[in-house]
């Protein structure tokens, strides 16, 4: 687990865990804080809890991430045409402005409303939603969208839009610990430390 500076590129704190969990975020930015750095917003994934976890720190949920999970409801080609006038409003995310992007999501709401709301009744008698994909997409969006735009409402603190910086960090490593395939854990640890010094 790795936390890092996104305006210097510094590596703050790093630690190994088995998983990821919102306890271990606290405390990872709690020894941050510990060592006398000033937090002034955080980028993330968007890990279910973890932007609520902060309220007097901006957290800014990296777009790359949401454009993600609305590709896995609705692929990169949906054949419905409310699915693709969805994807084409997700895709404007990363290069968008707020009120632009919160409006086209309103306006595709408002003339998609219906359509998302059909239903019908299964084998067991209960009715269900037709298109649920769809619905889960939209919900992610409206649910994720306090966290979207952070960078745009806090101008002044140049805080990135995604992960790309960490996440990019990450490929490295992977790509050179595939070439060092048999190391031992220990070894592999010794080597992550190096490679994060570097």
């Known amino acids: 687990m790795v936390f890092k500076d996104g305006i210097t590129g510094i590596v703050l704190y790093k630690s190994y865990v088995k998983q990821e969990t919102n306890v271990l975020y606290i405390s ?100 269900r939603y037709i298109h649920k994909k769809l619905r889960s997409a939209y919900r992610s969006l409206k649910t994720n969208l306090p966290w979207l735009f952070i960078w745009y409402d806090n101008m002044d603190l140049k805080i990135p839009n995604t992960t790309n910086s960490i996440d990019g960090h990450f490929a490295d490593l992977k790509n050179k610990l595939r070439s060092h395939n048999g190391l031992s854990i220990a070894r592999k640890k010794k080597f992550i430390d190096e490679f994060f010094k570097a």
């Open 28 to 127: 990872g930015l709690a020894e941050i804080i510990r060592r006398g750095i000033s937090i002034q917003a955080i980028v993330c994934d968007g890990r279910k809890g973890l932007l609520q976890l902060l309220p007097s720190t901006p957290v800014q949920m990296c777009t790359f991430h949401q454009v993600a999970i609305v590709r896995r409801y609705l692929t990169k080609r949906p054949k419905m045409q409310a699915s693709k006038e969805l994807w084409e409003h997700v895709l404007l995310l990363k290069q968008t402005d707020k009120e632009s992007f919160v409006g086209g999501l309103n306006d595709w709401y408002a003339k998609w409303q219906y359509f998302l709301n059909e239903r019908k009744v299964d084998e067991k008698g209960k009715k």
